[in-house]
């Protein structure tokens, strides 16, 4: 007969920074890819200025473009990496919808409260809450941090933001 021993969450490292976040610059860096985008009309010489007599700036005007964006709250999940969700269990598929409403904008780190977490996720009991954290750090979608409810995102995974951006500010 054989034996499975049980995964917990205790038996991972906690991190005080991202252990995804080396990979992560390399691999982004690589991907970087330049575009550009011809924006006419924003030149100096097409703002219109009003001069008085005596050859003063009395007033000017210039254009502005209005964007529409949508504000609903999204995470990007990488298709490269989408391997990683395959193997989870379904308590880490609930818990992870409860991390994306967690992820601040251009950070790779979360705060995890795992009363927030339960009432997110239906469950009654910690154990189911724990299985799923438990089956995101065995995946590499998330990382432990200092403490209990301090946590990283893998950014190759999961990310809110633009990760070109974020890379640069490392």
């Not at 969450?9 to 976040?21: G, I």
Request: proline letters at 2%; charged letters at 25%.
């Amino acid at each position: 007969m054989s034996y499975k021993k049980e995964s917990k969450l205790s038996n991972y490292d906690k991190h005080k920074e991202n252990p995804f976040l080396k990979e992560a610059v390399e691999q982004i860096q690589h991907n970087i890819v330049k575009k550009y985008k011809s924006t006419g009309g924003t030149s100096q010489s097409a703002i219109l200025q009003a001069v008085n007599s005596d050859g003063e700036l009395v007033g000017h005007t210039s254009f502005i473009r209005q964007i529409e964006v949508d504000e609903e709250q999204f995470t990007k999940i990488y298709l490269a990496q989408f391997s990683s969700f395959w193997n989870l269990k379904t308590q880490a598929i609930r818990v992870f919808g409860y991390i994306m409403t967690k992820l601040i904008p251009r950070q790779d780190t979360f705060m995890f409260f795992l009363d927030e977490c339960m009432e997110y996720t239906g469950y009654k009991g910690k154990n189911s809450i724990y299985i799923g954290l438990t089956s995101l750090v065995e995946n590499n979608i998330i990382a432990r941090g200092r403490n209990d409810s301090h946590y990283f995102i893998n950014p190759m995974v999961a990310f809110n933001g633009d990760r070109v951006t974020f890379a640069k500010l490392i």
